[in-house]
Structures are given as C-alpha cells and as structure tokens.
C-alpha cells in the first residue's frame, strides 16, 4: 500500500525487454531489499534483487504492459517513485494501492495563477469512481479531483507537486496512469452484493 506523496524521482537507465533498470537517489535505494514492493509511476512492483549502490531493477508481465504506460517508458525518462507505507506513515495522500485501472490522456495543460490544471480524459466506466473533491491517484500522485465530465475530470498541480515529480515533463496528449479511490469500488461491489441478496 502506498499513500500517493511522492518522495524521490528516478531515471530509466536501462529497458530490456520486461525488465527495467533505474537510477535514483542512494537514500532510496538503501530502503529496498529483493522482493520488496516499489511504486513507480503508480504502478506497484516487484524489486528484482538487492540493490546496488544507486541502482534497482523490476520486472513486468504482460497485465502491466497492457493496463499501463510502463511499455512506452523509454531511456533517461523520469518516474515518480514512493516507497510502500509502513503503520509509521503519515496519510497524507489517500490509500493507493499500485493497481493501476486504467491509462488517460492529458487532453490539456493550463497555467492558473502559481498552478496548473490538467484536464484528463477517462474511459466512461471509471466516471462512477470519480467524484468532485475526492481523491485520484495520477502516476502515482495523491490528488483532488475539481470538476467531472462524462469523459473527463480536471486537477490542480501545485508548485511544489509540479516541480517534485515528473508531472514538469509532460506534455498535452501524453498517457498517464490512473488508480480511482479504492473505496468506490469496495462500495460498489458490497451493494451489488447485498442486491443479489434480495
């Protein structure tokens, strides 16, 4: 489990085939142990083995490269890394749990005041899971949803998000990860539940 506040940034070193290597800040790497649970970009996964020095490697199956944007990561791309929560940590964020639903498009990017407003389009299942002023997980980042179409839904990027992840990267018509709150779906799936019941 993960709580959407992104800590450090990384780099794509390397890229072969399902395997990705990347480079990050010691003190990141130090955390992580073979086995261990890492988010990148949102996803959750899988350290491949001890770290060494700067450097951690994962693997992908094939579910990640369809319902995700870790197949289009190319070299010396930046991610957003955080690393799994602990009973310690504080919730700033939302429970993020790295299971991606789906990828969005970044339909626009404008400059507001000290922030910017991304506005994403989403596929038409996952707007029931989407309220105003709720959370959203976007590459891995614990945000607010603004205001919700049919078809999309709008966010504000504060400077300090804008400069600390890899959001300063992107561009209009780029893909993006989206987790929706989890609890939506719990919800959801317990009244269905008890409607079959009856």
Same mark, same amino acid.
């Given at each position: 489990?993960?709580?959407?506040?992104?800590?450090?940034?990384? &780099?794509?070193?390397?890229? *072969?085939?399902?395997?990705?290597?990347?480079?990050?800040?010691?003190?990141?790497?130090?955390?992580?142990?073979?086995?261990?649970?890492?988010?990148?970009?949102? /996803?959750?996964? =899988?350290? %491949?083995?001890?770290?060494?020095?700067?450097?951690?490697?994962?693997?992908?199956? @094939? *579910?990640?490269?369809?319902?995700? =944007?870790?197949?289009?990561? &190319?070299?010396?791309?930046? /991610?957003?890394? #955080?690393? @799994? +929560?602990? @009973?310690?940590?504080?919730?700033?964020?939302?429970?993020?749990?790295?299971?991606?639903?789906?990828?969005?498009?970044?339909?626009?990017?404008?400059?507001?005041?000290?922030?910017?407003?991304? =506005?994403?389009?989403? %596929? =038409?299942?996952?707007?029931?899971?989407?309220?105003? &002023?709720?959370?959203?997980?976007?590459?891995?980042?614990?945000?607010? /949803?603004?205001?919700?179409?049919?078809?999309?839904?709008?966010?504000?990027?504060? @400077?300090?998000?804008?400069?600390?992840?890899? %959001?300063?990267?992107?561009?209009?018509?780029?893909?993006?990860?989206? *987790?929706?709150?989890?609890?939506? &779906?719990?919800? #959801?799936?317990?009244?269905? +539940?008890?409607?079959? %019941?009856?």
């Amino acid at each position: 489990m993960f709580t959407g506040i992104i800590t450090h940034l990384g &780099k794509v070193q390397k890229k *072969e085939k399902a395997v990705f290597t990347f480079t990050t800040d010691d003190s990141f790497v130090q955390k992580l142990e073979g086995g261990t649970s890492v988010s990148v970009n949102g /996803v959750c996964l =899988t350290i %491949l083995e001890k770290p060494r020095q700067n450097v951690f490697s994962i693997e992908i199956m @094939p *579910e990640t490269q369809q319902k995700t =944007t870790m197949s289009s990561l &190319k070299e010396n791309d930046i /991610v957003n890394l #955080e690393l @799994p +929560a602990t @009973p310690n940590t504080f919730l700033s964020g939302h429970i993020v749990q790295g299971h991606v639903d789906a990828t969005a498009q970044i339909k626009d990017i404008q400059k507001t005041g000290n922030s910017y407003l991304f =506005t994403i389009t989403i %596929l =038409t299942t996952l707007n029931k899971y989407i309220v105003e &002023k709720g959370s959203i997980t976007l590459n891995g980042i614990s945000l607010t /949803v603004i205001t919700i179409g049919k078809d999309f839904f709008t966010v504000g990027i504060i @400077p300090h998000t804008w400069k600390n992840t890899m %959001l300063h990267t992107v561009k209009k018509g780029d893909f993006v990860n989206i *987790e929706v709150d989890v609890l939506a &779906k719990y919800v #959801e799936r317990l009244i269905i +539940a008890s409607q079959k %019941l009856w």
